[in-house]
């Protein structure tokens, strides 16, 4: 298979940047927004402390203190992008963004919905916060909007989820895949490559089972230990070892092969935590890994899709 005419870049995968032109024929920015949520798997809902990576502040700027309104928050982030972009995306990304009754989220989603040149949403929550009025209230928006539900999942192994505490399984997460399949939801599912006690073949399983599933999108970063975080401290006491950054290319390409060619890679690297940085070193330069990822997949004369059954 050669790689496909849709994809229109450069790459060796297909990106939301092509993605989005392919849909509007122009550029579509995702607006990040704080709605000062809280997360289950912190509150003693399900557990304390969260997954042991997680650094609990929440976006830059709520550890300023009030957060300024959705509108404003949209408002800003607009500024930053015009004159490029004409049409954007309010995705409501800090802790879990279903966290609370339907009435406040609608609230809260038709506040975003109701700025200038916001074509839909994305939200970013936990496979076992998305009941039926959740996915009622959001299919109904994606009748008349572009709405995507990114569902963190970062390995399919319980044994893994277990020791990240995520306080889920994977059950879960197929639960909730299958509630949204067949409606108007696009599905997005992050996975951590990485992640202690996982070896290539759980990478690669965690892969293949998403691609046999009915997602649109994929986002993909190395596991970081952060300052204020469990894993910090295991780093710092030498109890694990981060991966390199070799083999983090090679896995990378490799779940890569393994995934549908219509599958959107949202992202490939983390963002963000300079301030509480850890490790490893070389996962802080974006740019580099992007390019020594498509690098990788022209040594391979591989891309996306070309082990996808
Ligand atoms: S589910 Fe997300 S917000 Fe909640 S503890 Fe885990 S990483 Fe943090």
């Not at 122009?26 to 402390?49: E, M, Q």
């Not at 809260?108 to 076992?128: K, M, W």
């Not at 879960?172 to 509630?179: E, G, K, S």
């Not at 983090?248 to 690297?269: F, G, H, K, N």
């Amino acid at each position: 298979m050669p790689k496909p005419a849709f994809w229109k870049n450069n790459k060796r995968y297909y990106d939301l940047k092509s993605y989005w032109r392919n849909l509007y024929g122009c550029n579509v920015h995702k607006l990040p927004i704080d709605a000062g949520f809280t997360c289950p798997n912190r509150d003693g809902s399900i557990a304390y402390g969260g997954c042991i990576y997680c650094d609990g502040r929440g976006s830059k700027l709520r550890q300023k203190g009030e957060l300024p309104t959705v509108a404003e928050q949209i408002q800003n982030g607009k500024k930053f992008y015009k004159p490029h972009a004409s049409k954007f995306i309010a995705y409501f990304q800090t802790f879990t963004n279903t966290y609370a009754p339907v009435e406040k989220l609608q609230t809260l989603y038709d506040e975003a919905l109701a700025e200038e040149n916001v074509i839909g949403l994305s939200i970013g929550t936990r496979p076992d916060c998305v009941g039926p009025d959740v996915i009622d209230l959001l299919n109904n928006y994606a009748k008349k909007y572009h709405v995507w539900l990114e569902l963190g999942l970062q390995s399919i192994h319980d044994k893994t989820l277990q020791l990240i505490n995520r306080g889920h399984n994977f059950q879960r997460f197929l639960d909730a895949v299958n509630v949204c399949a067949g409606g108007n939801l696009n599905i997005c599912v992050h996975i951590i490559i990485g992640l202690p006690g996982e070896s290539d073949k759980d990478v690669l399983q965690t892969a293949s089972s998403i691609a046999a599933l009915p997602i649109n999108g994929i986002k993909i970063h190395s596991l970081l230990a952060l300052e204020g975080t469990a894993l910090g401290e295991m780093y710092k006491n030498e109890s694990i070892k981060l991966i390199t950054k070799e083999k983090y290319l090679s896995l990378v390409a490799d779940v890569l092969e393994l995934l549908p060619p219509e599958m959107v890679i949202q992202r490939l690297t983390a963002d963000g935590y300079r301030d509480i940085f850890l490790a490893p070193d070389w996962a802080m330069n974006k740019l580099d890994v992007l390019n020594a990822i498509n690098k990788e997949l022209e040594r391979r004369d591989s891309y996306q899709g070309k082990h996808y059954r």
